[in-house]
C-alpha cells in the first residue's frame, strides 16, 4: 500500500496544492520555504533543502502537474523553480548553490549561446523532461519543451524546445519552426545559427491590432505573456492605430521587458480593417495568428495551440471553435465542410490561425478590405489553395464585453457576410451551401444578437436593419416570420430611446428574473441574458458594468443574484458560468472583476506530460456587510465571509472567514476582528481564531460530505448530529447541506449546527429544482479530494466515520469507493474495471449514501448531466469514471442505517426497470458485457427489486406503483423466468387488495 506525507506535514509548507500527492519516504529541510503546486505526484525517496533566507519565500517552487521519480534531490539557496508539468527522471540532482562560469572537473570554459541567464538561480521551464541521473548547477535555466538527456551535466541555459546531452551538457537537436522538425545540431556554431533562424521566423505570430483600449490591451498581454515568456517559438506584434490613450506606454513597456515582442504605431488612424491587414503583413511566424485586443487568453492554452500548429503543419486554416469546449481537435477539407462547422464564427479575428505560406499565395488580399470582414475572405481564399483545414474546440478566450458603433450591425451580418461568400460559389461552395447558412446565420446569430443588442442597450449601429434584411430575405419563404420578430423589437428599441434616462427603464428592468424597488442600474453598463439575474431593492450600480451570464439552462432560478442594498461603483464585471451571489449591504469598489470560473491552467497542451480538460463548478458568495476594494479579483469557487473586508488590488484565490481582511495576490489575511477584545487584531498576534493563513485555513478538505435535502427537517438533524459528533476538530472533511428551497424549519436546523461545527457549509435553492439536479448541484460545490453523497433520512453509525475516513486516506488512487452496507464482514477490498463494479454492487451503486467518488475523475466526465432526469444519474457518474479510472474500493460495512421514508417523488417502476437498465446497456462495450447486464438484469430482480415491491406493497407506502407490472413486462417478457415472477408480481398485488 503506498503511504503518503501526513495532513499535518503537508500543512508546514509555503502552498501544498490540491490533488497533489507526495510518497512518504523522503526528507524536506525548511518546507515552510516550498511551495508545491496542484497535480503534483513526487516519489520517494527524495530530498528538499530550501537553504536560502526567509526573505526569498518560497524557495523551492514545484508548479502544477509536475511528476518526480524517485531519487531526487534539490538544494537550493537562491531559487530553483519548476514550471508546470515538468518530467523529472529518477536521481536527478539539482543545485544552484554556486554559479558555474566553468566546467567544475575539466576546468574548460562553457560554451556561450546568445541567451539571457535566469538570475538568481535554477529554472525549469513548462513541459520540459529532465532524464535519469541529471545534474543542474548554477543559476540556470531549461526551456520550455526542452528535454535533458540522462546523465547529462548542465552548466548553461538550454533554449526552449532542445535537447541537450553530454557533460557539461551541449544542444544536440533544435525543434525547426518553419519545416516542424527536430533538427541534429553537430556543433555550438551550428545551434546559434539555428537559433537565430528560429527567432526570425517563429512558429506563431500573434498579431493584434489595437486602438484607444489600454487596459484591456494589458490584460490581453499578460494573458499571453503569463503563459509564453520568451518563449521562441511565439512573436507578439502589437498595431497601435494611433490611439491617444496609455496605450504605447504599456504597449513598449511590454516591449521592453519580452525580447519576443514588437509594436509599431501608425502615425494617423487608418481605419480597423487596415490595420488587421498591415500588422498580418509585418508577421514573420509559419502561421499567423490574429488577436482581438479585448480577448484574453485561458491560462494553459497557449501552449496545447503550439501543439496543434506542430501537429497540423500542412492547414492552410487553423479554426479555434470557442463555442464548443471539449477539446476534440481534427482535421477536415473543403470550403463547404468549413462553412457547415464555423458558420459566421469564421469572422471571430481571435479564432483565426492562418498559415503565412498560404497567406502570400492569395492573389487579391486586400479584396473586401473595406467590409469589416476582410479575415473571412482571406480564409476561403486560402481553402481555395490549400483545402485542408484543422478545428480546435477549446474555449481558449475570455471576452471583455467591449461593443462597437464603428460599423453598421446589418450591413456587416446580412451584406458583407454574404457577398463574401457569394464570391466563393463555384470556387469551393455551392448554392445549397449559400442558402442554408443564410437562414441559420439569421435565425442563430443575427435574431438573437439584435435582441440581445436591443436588450441591452449596447453601443451598436444598428439603424436600418429591417431595411436591409428585407434587402437580402425578401424571397425566402421564412421572410415574414423573422420580419415580424425584427419589428417587434425594432419598436421595443425606439420606445427604449424615447424613455431613456441615466437608469435603465422599466421595460428593460421587466426583463430580468426580478428588479426590485428603488434600485439604479446606470444606463451605460450591460447585461447578458438579464432573465438570469436578479437585482434586490435599492441596489445601485454605477457605469460600465458587465452582468454576463456565461452559459443558460432551463433551471428557472437566477445565476446572479444581488442583494438589497447593494452599492456597486464604476467598472464592476460580474460572470457566472454556474451562480455568482452578493448577499445584502456589499459594497465594491471600482473596476472590481469577479468571475465563478476558475482560469488555472486545465490543460496543457502535449508536451512530455499532457494534462486533459478539467471543468470548473465554481459558484461564489459574497456574505452580508461584505467591502470590495478597488481593482480586487474574485475567480474561481470563493465563499467571503460576513463583515470581511478585501483590500484593493487583492486577488482572492481561497475562501475568506467572517470579519477578517486580506491583501494581496494571493490575497492573506492581515487582521482578524477578535469579539473577546472587540477589536481588530494583526495577524502577527495570537488570536483564539487560530491560524490567520487563508491557504493553511482553508486547504482542500479529504472528504465532502454532501447532503442534499427537501423538507425532512427532523431527518436532516438526527443525519447532521450523527455525522458531526463523530468528527474530531482537525478532521479533514466538510459537510454541505443543499436545501432544495424547503418550506420547514430545515434552515434552523443547519443553522444551529454551524455555530458549532466551522465545517457545515449550507446553501439554499431560490426554488426546488428536483432531487436529481439538487444531488448534481451539490456534487459541484464540493472541494474535497473525494465526495460523499449522503441521503438525509440515513444516519451514520457511531464509530464508523473516521474509521471510513482512514479508508479514503489508504486508497487516493480509486475513483469510486463503495459502501455496501448490506453485508457486515468489514472487509476492504480494491478491484478493477466497470464488471468487477457491477458484481461488487450490483444495483446498490444507486444508493447514494454508500457512494464516494474522486472529484478529480468526477471533473474528468465528459457529459455528466446525461442521465440526470433518471432518479440514478449518481449510477451512471460512477460507471463514467471507471471508463477513465478503473481502481475502485468496496466497503463491507453497514455504516448507515435507515428508517424508513418510503421512495416518494418517482415512478418505481420506471427507475428500478427502466433507468436502471438503460443504464446499465449505455455501458456495453465500454467495460461492461451482453452477458454481465443480462446476469445483472436476473440478479437485481430477485435479491432487490421483488423484495422492496413486495415491502412497498405490505406496508402500504404512498410509493408511485403505477403500472410496475406493464413496466416489468416491458423488460422481462423474453425472460426464460418472465412467467414466473410475473406471477409472483400479480400475487403480492393480489394479497394487498384482499387485505
Same mark, same amino acid.
Given at each position: 500500500?503506498?503511504?503518503y506525507?501526513?495532513?499535518?506535514?503537508?500543512?508546514?509548507?509555503?502552498?501544498?496544492?490540491?490533488?497533489t500527492?507526495?510518497?512518504?519516504?523522503g526528507?524536506?529541510?525548511s518546507?515552510e520555504?516550498?511551495?508545491?503546486?496542484?497535480?503534483?505526484?513526487?516519489?520517494?525517496?527524495?530530498?528538499?533543502?530550501?537553504?536560502?533566507?526567509?526573505?526569498?519565500?518560497?524557495?523551492?517552487?514545484?508548479?502544477?502537474?509536475?511528476e518526480?521519480?524517485p531519487?531526487?534531490?534539490?538544494?537550493?539557496?537562491?531559487?530553483?523553480?519548476?514550471?508546470?508539468?515538468?518530467?523529472?527522471?529518477?536521481?536527478?540532482?539539482?543545485?544552484?548553490?554556486?554559479?558555474?562560469?566553468?566546467?567544475?572537473?575539466?576546468?574548460a570554459?562553457?560554451?556561450?549561446?546568445?541567451?539571457t541567464?535566469h538570475?538568481?538561480g535554477?529554472?525549469?521551464g513548462?513541459?520540459?523532461?529532465?532524464?535519469?541521473?541529471?545534474?543542474?548547477l548554477?543559476?540556470?535555466?531549461?526551456?520550455?519543451?526542452?528535454?535533458?538527456?540522462?546523465n547529462?551535466v548542465v552548466?548553461h541555459d538550454v533554449?526552449?524546445f532542445?535537447?541537450?546531452?553530454g557533460?557539461?551538457?551541449a544542444?544536440?537537436?533544435i525543434?525547426?519552426?518553419s519545416?516542424?522538425?527536430?533538427v541534429p545540431? %553537430?556543433?555550438n *556554431?551550428q545551434?546559434?545559427?539555428?537559433?537565430?533562424?528560429?527567432?526570425?521566423?517563429p512558429?506563431?505570430?500573434?498579431?493584434?491590432?489595437?486602438?484607444?483600449?489600454?487596459?484591456?490591451?494589458?490584460?490581453?498581454?499578460?494573458?499571453i505573456?503569463?503563459?509564453?515568456?520568451n518563449n521562441?517559438?511565439?512573436?507578439v506584434i502589437?498595431s497601435?492605430n494611433?490611439?491617444?490613450?496609455?496605450?504605447?506606454?504599456?504597449?513598449?513597456?511590454f516591449?521592453?521587458?519580452y525580447t519576443?515582442?514588437?509594436?509599431?504605431?501608425?502615425t494617423?488612424?487608418?481605419?480597423?480593417?487596415?490595420?488587421?491587414?498591415?500588422?498580418?503583413?509585418?508577421a514573420?511566424?509559419?502561421?499567423?495568428?490574429?488577436?482581438?485586443?479585448?480577448?484574453f487568453?485561458?491560462?494553459?492554452t497557449?501552449?496545447?495551440?503550439?501543439?496543434?500548429?506542430? %501537429?497540423?503543419?500542412?492547414?492552410?486554416?487553423?479554426?479555434?471553435?470557442?463555442?464548443?469546449?471539449?477539446?476534440r481537435?481534427w482535421?477536415?477539407?473543403?470550403?463547404?465542410?468549413?462553412l457547415d462547422?464555423?458558420s459566421?464564427?469564421?469572422?471571430?479575428?481571435?479564432?483565426?490561425?492562418?498559415?503565412r505560406?498560404?497567406?502570400e499565395?492569395?492573389? *487579391?488580399?486586400?479584396?473586401?478590405l473595406?467590409?469589416?470582414?476582410n479575415?473571412l475572405y482571406?480564409?476561403?481564399?486560402?481553402?481555395?489553395?490549400?483545402?485542408?483545414?484543422?478545428?480546435m474546440?477549446s474555449?481558449m478566450?475570455t471576452y471583455?464585453?467591449?461593443?462597437?458603433?464603428?460599423?453598421n450591425?446589418? *450591413?456587416?451580418?446580412f451584406r458583407?457576410?454574404?457577398?463574401?461568400?457569394?464570391?466563393f460559389?463555384?470556387?469551393g461552395?455551392?448554392?445549397?451551401?449559400?442558402?442554408?447558412?443564410?437562414?441559420?446565420?439569421?435565425?442563430?446569430y443575427?435574431?438573437?444578437?439584435?435582441?440581445?443588442?436591443?436588450a441591452?442597450?449596447?453601443?451598436?449601429?444598428t439603424?436600418?436593419?429591417?431595411?436591409?434584411?428585407?434587402?437580402?430575405?425578401?424571397?425566402?419563404p421564412y421572410?415574414?416570420?423573422?420580419?415580424a420578430?425584427?419589428?417587434a423589437?425594432?419598436?421595443?428599441?425606439?420606445?427604449?430611446?424615447?424613455?431613456m434616462?441615466?437608469?435603465i427603464?422599466p421595460?428593460?428592468?421587466?426583463?430580468?428574473?426580478?428588479?426590485?424597488?428603488?434600485?439604479f442600474?446606470?444606463?451605460?453598463?450591460q447585461?447578458?441574458?438579464?432573465e438570469?439575474?436578479?437585482?434586490g431593492s435599492?441596489?445601485?450600480?454605477?457605469?460600465?458594468?458587465?452582468l454576463?451570464?456565461i452559459?443558460?439552462?432551463t433551471?428557472?432560478?437566477?445565476?446572479?443574484?444581488i442583494?438589497?442594498?447593494?452599492?456597486? *461603483?464604476?467598472?464592476l464585471?460580474?460572470?457566472?458560468?454556474?451562480?455568482?451571489?452578493?448577499?445584502?449591504n456589499?459594497?465594491?469598489e471600482?473596476?472590481?472583476y469577479?468571475?465563478?470560473?476558475d482560469h488555472?491552467?486545465?490543460?496543457?497542451?502535449?508536451?512530455v506530460?499532457?494534462?486533459g480538460?478539467i471543468?470548473?463548478?465554481?459558484?461564489?458568495?459574497?456574505?452580508?456587510?461584505?467591502r470590495?476594494?478597488?481593482g480586487?479579483?474574485?475567480a474561481?469557487?470563493i465563499?467571503?465571509?460576513?463583515g470581511?473586508?478585501?483590500?484593493?488590488?487583492?486577488?482572492v484565490?481561497q475562501?475568506?472567514?467572517?470579519?477578517?481582511?486580506?491583501s494581496g495576490?494571493p490575497?492573506r489575511?492581515i487582521?482578524?476582528?477578535?469579539?473577546?477584545?472587540d477589536?481588530?487584531?494583526d495577524?502577527?498576534?495570537k488570536?483564539?481564531?487560530?491560524d490567520?493563513?487563508?491557504?493553511?485555513?482553508?486547504r482542500?478538505?479529504?472528504?465532502?460530505?454532501c447532503i442534499?435535502?427537501?423538507?425532512?427537517?427532523?431527518?436532516l438533524?438526527?443525519?447532521l448530529?450523527?455525522?458531526l459528533?463523530?468528527l474530531k476538530?482537525?478532521?479533514?472533511?466538510?459537510?454541505?447541506?443543499?436545501?432544495?428551497?424547503?418550506?420547514?424549519?430545515?434552515?434552523?436546523?443547519?443553522q444551529?449546527?454551524?455555530?458549532?461545527?466551522p465545517?457545515?457549509?449550507?446553501?439554499?435553492?431560490?426554488?426546488n429544482?428536483?432531487?436529481?439536479?439538487?444531488?448534481?448541484h451539490?456534487m459541484?460545490?464540493?472541494?474535497?479530494t473525494?465526495?460523499k453523497?449522503?441521503?438525509d433520512?440515513?444516519y451514520?453509525?457511531?464509530?464508523?466515520?473516521?474509521?471510513?475516513?482512514q479508508?479514503v486516506k489508504?486508497?487516493p488512487?480509486?475513483?469510486?469507493?463503495h459502501?455496501?452496507?448490506?453485508?457486515?464482514?468489514r472487509?476492504?477490498?480494491t478491484?478493477?474495471?466497470?464488471?468487477?463494479?457491477l458484481?461488487a454492487?450490483?444495483?446498490?451503486?444507486?444508493?447514494?449514501?454508500g457512494?464516494?467518488?474522486r472529484?478529480?475523475?468526477?471533473?474528468?466526465?465528459e457529459q455528466?448531466?446525461m442521465f440526470l432526469?433518471?432518479?440514478?444519474?449518481?449510477?451512471?457518474l460512477q460507471?463514467?469514471?471507471?471508463?477513465?479510472?478503473?481502481?475502485?474500493?468496496?466497503?463491507?460495512?453497514s455504516m448507515?442505517?435507515?428508517?424508513?421514508?418510503?421512495?416518494?417523488?418517482?415512478?418505481?417502476?420506471e427507475?428500478?426497470?427502466?433507468?436502471?437498465?438503460?443504464?446499465?446497456r449505455?455501458?456495453?462495450?465500454?467495460?461492461?458485457?451482453?452477458?454481465?447486464?443480462?446476469?445483472?438484469k436476473r440478479?437485481?430482480?430477485?435479491h432487490?427489486?421483488?423484495?422492496?415491491?413486495?415491502?412497498?406493497?405490505?406496508?402500504?407506502?404512498?410509493?408511485?406503483?403505477?403500472q410496475f407490472?406493464?413496466?416489468?413486462?416491458?423488460?422481462?417478457?423474453d425472460?426464460?423466468?418472465?412467467?414466473?415472477?410475473?406471477?409472483?408480481?400479480?400475487?403480492?398485488?393480489?394479497?394487498?387488495?384482499?387485505?
Amino acid at each position: 500500500m503506498t503511504c503518503y506525507i501526513t495532513p499535518e506535514l503537508a500543512a508546514r509548507f509555503h502552498q501544498f496544492g490540491s490533488n497533489t500527492f507526495v510518497q512518504s519516504g523522503g526528507t524536506f529541510h525548511s518546507p515552510e520555504q516550498m511551495a508545491i503546486g496542484h497535480g503534483v505526484f513526487m516519489r520517494a525517496p527524495y530530498s528538499l533543502n530550501a537553504a536560502g533566507s526567509n526573505n526569498r519565500l518560497p524557495v523551492i517552487q514545484l508548479g502544477d502537474g509536475c511528476e518526480i521519480n524517485p531519487g531526487m534531490e534539490i538544494t537550493a539557496k537562491n531559487q530553483v523553480k519548476l514550471d508546470r508539468n515538468v518530467l523529472i527522471g529518477p536521481h536527478v540532482y539539482i543545485s544552484d548553490e554556486v554559479n558555474i562560469t566553468a566546467h567544475p572537473t575539466t576546468g574548460a570554459p562553457i560554451p556561450e549561446l546568445p541567451l539571457t541567464k535566469h538570475e538568481g538561480g535554477i529554472y525549469i521551464g513548462e513541459g520540459a523532461w529532465i532524464g535519469a541521473n541529471a545534474v543542474l548547477l548554477g543559476h540556470v535555466s531549461i526551456g520550455t519543451g526542452s528535454v535533458v538527456k540522462p546523465n547529462s551535466v548542465v552548466l548553461h541555459d538550454v533554449p526552449d524546445f532542445c535537447v541537450v546531452s553530454g557533460s557539461p551538457a551541449a544542444i544536440v537537436q533544435i525543434y525547426e519552426a518553419s519545416s516542424g522538425s527536430w533538427v541534429p545540431v %553537430s556543433d555550438n *556554431e551550428q545551434a546559434k545559427e539555428l537559433l537565430c533562424a528560429r527567432r526570425r521566423q517563429p512558429l506563431l505570430s500573434i498579431c493584434i491590432p489595437t486602438f484607444n483600449r489600454a487596459p484591456h490591451l494589458e490584460h490581453c498581454l499578460e494573458s499571453i505573456y503569463s503563459q509564453v515568456g520568451n518563449n521562441e517559438l511565439i512573436e507578439v506584434i502589437v498595431s497601435d492605430n494611433a490611439s491617444t490613450d496609455a496605450t504605447a506606454e504599456i504597449a513598449n513597456r511590454f516591449a521592453t521587458r519580452y525580447t519576443n515582442m514588437r509594436v509599431v504605431r501608425n502615425t494617423e488612424n487608418i481605419g480597423a480593417d487596415p490595420n488587421i491587414y498591415r500588422v498580418m503583413n509585418l508577421a514573420q511566424g509559419k502561421f499567423i495568428k490574429l488577436q482581438g485586443d479585448d480577448d484574453f487568453y485561458v491560462d494553459g492554452t497557449l501552449l496545447p495551440l503550439l501543439h496543434v500548429l506542430h %501537429s497540423h503543419g500542412d492547414c492552410g486554416v487553423v479554426q479555434i471553435f470557442v463555442r464548443n469546449g471539449d477539446g476534440r481537435i481534427w482535421s477536415d477539407v473543403g470550403m463547404s465542410v468549413y462553412l457547415d462547422i464555423t458558420s459566421i464564427y469564421a469572422t471571430f479575428i481571435t479564432s483565426i490561425v492562418l498559415r503565412r505560406e498560404d497567406l502570400e499565395r492569395v492573389e *487579391e488580399p486586400a479584396l473586401f478590405l473595406q467590409s469589416s470582414f476582410n479575415q473571412l475572405y482571406l480564409q476561403y481564399a486560402i481553402l481555395e489553395k490549400n483545402p485542408r483545414f484543422c478545428i480546435m474546440n477549446s474555449c481558449m478566450f475570455t471576452y471583455a464585453g467591449i461593443s462597437s458603433d464603428e460599423y453598421n450591425f446589418g *450591413e456587416v451580418i446580412f451584406r458583407s457576410y454574404q457577398s463574401i461568400l457569394q464570391h466563393f460559389v463555384g470556387r469551393g461552395l455551392t448554392p445549397e451551401d449559400i442558402r442554408k447558412e443564410k437562414k441559420r446565420t439569421l435565425f442563430e446569430y443575427a435574431i438573437p444578437w439584435f435582441k440581445h443588442i436591443i436588450a441591452t442597450g449596447m453601443l451598436a449601429d444598428t439603424t436600418r436593419f429591417e431595411d436591409i434584411y428585407t434587402e437580402h430575405y425578401h424571397d425566402e419563404p421564412y421572410y415574414e416570420e423573422a420580419l415580424a420578430i425584427i419589428t417587434a423589437h425594432s419598436t421595443s428599441a425606439i420606445e427604449r430611446r424615447r424613455c431613456m434616462s441615466l437608469s435603465i427603464d422599466p421595460q428593460t428592468a421587466a426583463a430580468f428574473h426580478h428588479f426590485g424597488e428603488d434600485s439604479f442600474l446606470d444606463i451605460s453598463g450591460q447585461f447578458h441574458h438579464p432573465e438570469k439575474i436578479s437585482i434586490g431593492s435599492r441596489v445601485s450600480i454605477r457605469e460600465y458594468y458587465w452582468l454576463n451570464v456565461i452559459e443558460i439552462d432551463t433551471r428557472p432560478h437566477p445565476k446572479i443574484i444581488i442583494g438589497d442594498g447593494c452599492k456597486c *461603483e464604476q467598472g464592476l464585471i460580474l460572470s457566472a458560468l454556474n451562480r455568482i451571489e452578493l448577499g445584502p449591504n456589499v459594497i465594491i469598489e471600482p473596476r472590481v472583476y469577479i468571475s465563478d470560473t476558475d482560469h488555472e491552467y486545465r490543460q496543457i497542451g502535449k508536451p512530455v506530460k499532457a494534462q486533459g480538460l478539467i471543468e470548473n463548478w465554481g459558484e461564489v458568495f459574497i456574505g452580508e456587510g461584505v467591502r470590495i476594494g478597488a481593482g480586487a479579483v474574485i475567480a474561481g469557487n470563493i465563499r467571503i465571509g460576513q463583515g470581511s473586508i478585501v483590500q484593493p488590488g487583492s486577488v482572492v484565490e481561497q475562501d475568506v472567514p467572517e470579519q477578517c481582511v486580506v491583501s494581496g495576490s494571493p490575497a492573506r489575511i492581515i487582521q482578524i476582528y477578535e469579539p473577546a477584545l472587540d477589536k481588530w487584531v494583526d495577524v502577527g498576534r495570537k488570536t483564539d481564531r487560530g491560524d490567520t493563513d487563508i491557504t493553511a485555513q482553508k486547504r482542500p478538505p479529504l472528504l465532502s460530505i454532501c447532503i442534499p435535502t427537501y423538507n425532512r427537517s427532523a431527518n436532516l438533524d438526527r443525519c447532521l448530529g450523527a455525522i458531526l459528533n463523530q468528527l474530531k476538530e482537525d478532521a479533514p472533511v466538510e459537510v454541505l447541506v443543499s436545501d432544495n428551497a424547503s418550506t420547514d424549519d430545515t434552515a434552523e436546523v443547519v443553522q444551529r449546527y454551524a455555530t458549532r461545527y466551522p465545517c457545515l457549509k449550507y446553501f439554499r435553492n431560490n426554488v426546488n429544482i428536483g432531487a436529481d439536479r439538487n444531488i448534481y448541484h451539490i456534487m459541484r460545490l464540493a472541494k474535497g479530494t473525494f465526495v460523499k453523497m449522503q441521503g438525509d433520512d440515513d444516519y451514520c453509525v457511531e464509530g464508523t466515520l473516521m474509521p471510513l475516513i482512514q479508508v479514503v486516506k489508504d486508497h487516493p488512487e480509486c475513483g469510486i469507493i463503495h459502501i455496501h452496507v448490506h453485508n457486515n464482514d468489514r472487509r476492504v477490498y480494491t478491484a478493477k474495471g466497470a464488471q468487477a463494479f457491477l458484481e461488487a454492487s450490483t444495483i446498490m451503486s444507486t444508493f447514494i449514501s454508500g457512494m464516494i467518488l474522486r472529484r478529480e475523475d468526477l471533473e474528468k466526465v465528459e457529459q455528466p448531466t446525461m442521465f440526470l432526469d433518471s432518479s440514478f444519474n449518481q449510477m451512471y457518474l460512477q460507471y463514467a469514471i471507471l471508463m477513465k479510472n478503473p481502481t475502485f474500493c468496496v466497503v463491507n460495512w453497514s455504516m448507515f442505517y435507515y428508517e424508513g421514508n418510503p421512495p416518494l417523488g418517482y415512478n418505481f417502476g420506471e427507475v428500478v426497470f427502466r433507468s436502471y437498465q438503460s443504464i446499465l446497456r449505455y455501458f456495453i462495450g465500454k467495460g461492461l458485457t451482453e452477458d454481465s447486464v443480462r446476469a445483472e438484469k436476473r440478479r437485481s430482480l430477485y435479491h432487490y427489486i421483488l423484495p422492496w415491491y413486495r415491502g412497498i406493497i405490505a406496508n402500504g407506502y404512498q410509493t408511485n406503483t403505477n403500472q410496475f407490472e406493464e413496466i416489468f413486462s416491458e423488460h422481462y417478457q423474453d425472460e426464460p423466468y418472465y412467467e414466473q415472477v410475473l406471477s409472483e408480481i400479480r400475487s403480492i398485488k393480489a394479497a394487498r387488495q384482499s387485505g
